[in-house]
């Protein structure tokens, strides 16, 4: 037992002391017939080196030399190797929330430059110090415009993440909050603005939106403001990609941003954990839910940073709390600002650059091949397109497999109207050559008869 | 709290300043902001191996004009600013940090290495499960674990941290009676509870009633006999509660509820105490969730992330959120892709019940519970039926860990009668490699000495300090301990005092001022990672802070005394909040 720091005579010391004739007597209040007088049914005690053994055992049974492109909603972006080397550091990674903040400034510092960077990125004036995720932050968001607005209806473009959807409704489904489903343009990809219009009333709280959307497009954000704002809604942007921000004009119209930071040096691993974050303009900033971290001085005048405006929370606020959040991603917002100070300003927009060339250059060669086009063809995009094929997806997928490539994601699943259509991701670590492979594989599709 | 110290002032610095205004810079890090030049860099992109774009053509108004401005420098500069800042953060790594009700155990580094392997950490959550079998086969290995440390039947890993936690198992609470017919209106919850109980209760459309404690700080049974009713959804119970004392009334508190039809919700926070000794499962309790983050080891992180499975009974299996990991026996055939039966015996579940206790389970058999569909019966009788005490994980080969049964896992999304999904994708994949690391690392007799040693330490300094201070609940300890200031208050020194002054012992504060039913609470959780001499460390800290209190109150009143910087001002914070640097108008 290798992690635990006593021997057996110290026990035995511990227990004479406190006058315990055997460790028995301190569970002795455990009603006998519920005590567990068996070993737990799980694996034996093994060394380190099993314990690696089993884990890299693990990764190799997962598949590892596939080109991917794979995105809709986890990206694979470069992670310069220092995020890694400062994140484990002890400090950081065995420090807890910093409640007591004479012993925490780091990680109070490192989180007051995360609200900063992304409220420049985002051109919002504030944001918070993280969320579990881009699909619970949009849900929190959107039940944040609720209690703004005081009203309880809420207006969603079909173009979000069909799984941040999905949590929107699970999150809404007792809170008295229908949610209607705005339709997008067949050509264009983008929210159909006249059904937007037509849908947004006196009663919405909010109107949310993804840009890019899950199709990989640009929203008219303007314009969608706009047909909020006439009636009074609140409009909440969603940014599933983050790199995004680097190249793609700002949501300055939003009222809130939801944000999933993953992109920002956060390994795809299977899906989480990642970054959510909630930013807003001010004058929302007492209905935000989760951490804040503010600037002050200490009694000596000089600047320090603690939590702040806690009594939205529910240690303090209990039921009437803005949210039931306590545990965010700290740690992982810590690898977002040390990712976005890596790039910086200049940075940030040269690798936004690449991936917009990679994805222009595949959504190009694939459409060239017989039987693909790009759907919304016309409409701008960040480094996600849709695929149409003659031949079906499954039949795609299967023949990319054979050729180690991962292909887009097959849309039918949530978008039964688009039976032939597959998702694409070309970020910067997509490179040609994979990008010319796939096209060879796309070309030899079989002809339908 | 703050300009209570008689240390002259001196000169703000300003938000500004970069000069040295410490002793070394190192205690003097500027902002990335302040430190930004322009024209630094700390990347550089391989050569674009396709032909460039412009993205102000391509992307038209859609194009960003104007930066963000994020800071400019070179990697030994950012190098050194994080160093430099991580030194200015209290670690469990530096020492004991006894916060209660948090679980500030040793973070193994064996985790951090395992969860970075390039197969599990750079898998997409779409790719497909044929090419996920490794990551799957991690998950369905921790179900197992958490399943059997639990007592529970089902379970996911979905939920990002506690609250989460609670939030999906209440969810699987109103669904059930929902589908009993009425979803009802009331959570009861005691008033020593974590604020994120309420919190949660209310988001998922319940009305919150408060339960009052009685004299030993446990839930009062005539008290809840009184109000539970046709209305009451669930208890949500922390076990052993917040002041570290198991309810052993438990199995009434279980019957109670059952006999109204409500049922009993278990916050896991403090299974630190329980793992190995005794399962929630066995003491009636229907759902409950665990803090990975806190018994499992995977590390804070400075507030996150956490992860926050919820386990529970079978009968509550088919509210699970979506998608749900399952076995296929024959993965070339279709028909094996759908739901799994809600029958726990079928074998083939993944995260079936293990096999059973030799004890007699839960006291729910004898409840005249009607609502509770056949398959609980079905599963006591499972029960009761034969078990050996195996090595390995329930039908797991005991040296490969492999499972037995064949077939590939995959996601299962065809469940009706789901609560829905909680998140995107399937959960905070890290944690479980970390929290499955630290199951294989311990074993069976690891895990049940890690839970001894944890109630230990807290009896020690339990034993040490209630000489010194107020011990309002003279229950016996389980992993925390919990005194009043009252003594304290008596010379105008509050809890909040002594965790400032411990700071100055080198210890980070125990939690301040919770439970709310202790007043000035100092609330005290060791965990097992303390050796003796550290405790003895901690206790003598705490002694000396006591005869300090006596003997120069002004010392403990104004402390900390010995760090970066000194009690901050979190009235001025809150006032006019600055909650992001801005450039200084030139």
Known sequence: ?449 | MTNDTTIPQIPAPGPTTTGKVRPHQTQNEALLFEKSSPGKRAYKLPPLDVPPVDPATLLGSEHRKVPGQLPELSEIEIIRHFTRLSTWNYAIDLGMYPLGSCTMKYNPRVNELVARIEGLAEAHPYRPDSLAQGILEVYDLLQRCLLDITGMDAITLQPAAGAHGEFTGILLVRAWHQSQGNPRRRILIPDSAHGTNPATAAICGYTVENLKSNAEGGIDLEALARQVDEETAALMLTNPSTIGVFESQIHKIADILHARGALLYMDGANMNALVGKVRPGDFGVDVMHLNLHKTFSTPHGGGGPGSGPVACKAFLEPFLPIPVLVRNSAPSDPQNLRAPSLHVTSGERVGAPPASPPHPPSVRTDLGFPSFPSVFEQETAERAGSHDSQPGAPGLDSETWESKAPGQLSWDYDRPQSVGRVRAFYGNTGMFIRALAYILANGPDGLRQTTEDAVLNANYIRHGLEDLYELPYKTPSMHEVVFSDKRQAAKGIKTGDIAKRLIDYGFHPYTVSFPLIVHGALMIEPTESESLEELDLFIAAMRSIAKEVEETPELVKSAPHSTRVSRLDEVQAARKPVLRWRPTEE
Request: hydrophobic share 45%.
């Open chain 1, 1 to 449: 037992m290798r992690y635990l720091p006593k021997s057996p005579a110290e026990r035995e010391k511990m227990l004479a002391d406190i006058g315990a004739a055997s460790i028995d007597d301190l569970f002795a209040v455990i009603p006998a017939e519920y005590r567990l007088d068996r070993d737990l049914a799980v694996p034996r005690q093994h060394a380190e080196s099993e314990i690696i053994d089993y884990f890299r055992a693990a990764g190799r049974k997962n598949a590892t030399n596939y080109a991917s492109f794979l995105g809709a909603g986890a990206y694979r972006h470069y992670r310069p190797v220092i995020i890694d080397s400062l994140v484990q550091r002890g400090e950081f990674l065995t420090s807890y929330t910093p409640y007591q903040a004479e012993i925490t400034q780091g990680t109070l510092q490192a989180i007051f430059e995360f609200q900063t960077m992304i409220a420049e990125l985002t051109g919002m004036d504030v944001a918070n110090a993280s969320m579990y995720d881009g699909s619970t932050g949009a849900a929190e968001a959107v039940m944040m415009a609720v209690r703004v607005t005081g009203r309880h209806k809420a207006v969603v473009a079909s173009t979000v993440h069909p799984e941040y959807r999905e949590v929107l409704t699970t999150y809404a489904r007792h809170q008295g909050l229908p949610s209607s489903l705005v339709p997008y343009g067949q050509e264009t990809g983008r929210v159909n603005l006249e059904a937007l219009e037509a849908q947004v009333t006196e009663e919405t709280a909010a109107v949310l939106v993804q840009s890019p959307n899950f199709f990989g497009v640009i929203e008219d954000i303007p314009a969608i403001a706009q047909i909020a704002h006439a009636k009074g809604a609140l409009l909440i942007v969603s940014i599933a990609e983050a790199v995004s921000l680097g190249v793609v004009r700002p949501p300055l119209e939003a009222d809130i941003v939801s944000m999933e930071a993953q992109s920002f040096g956060v390994a795809l691993s299977y899906g989480g954990p990642f970054c959510g974050v909630i930013a807003a303009k001010e004058q929302y900033l007492r209905q935000m839910p989760g951490r804040l971290v503010g600037q002050t001085t200490d009694s000596n005048g000089y600047r320090g940073f603690v939590l702040t405006l806690a009594t939205r929370e529910q240690h303090i606020r209990r039921e009437k709390a803005t949210s039931n959040i306590c545990t965010n991603q700290a740690l992982v917002a810590l690898m977002a600002t040390i990712f976005l100070t890596v790039y910086g300003k200049e940075g940030i927009r040269e690798l936004a650059g690449h991936n917009l060339a990679k994805a222009a250059y595949a959504a190009k060669t694939f459409a060239a091949q017989p039987g693909a086009k790009v759907r919304f063809q016309a409409s701008p995009r960040f480094h996600e397109f849709v695929l149409e094929t003659q031949e079906a997806p499954e039949s795609l997928s299967q023949r990319l497999l054979d050729g180690k490539i991962v292909g887009g994601v097959a849309l039918s699943r949530w978008y039964p109207e688009l039976p032939n259509a597959t998702l694409w991701c070309a970020t910067e670590v997509v490179t040609r050559e994979q990008i010319d492979t796939a096209a060879k594989v796309l070309s030899a599709a079989p002809v339908e008869a």
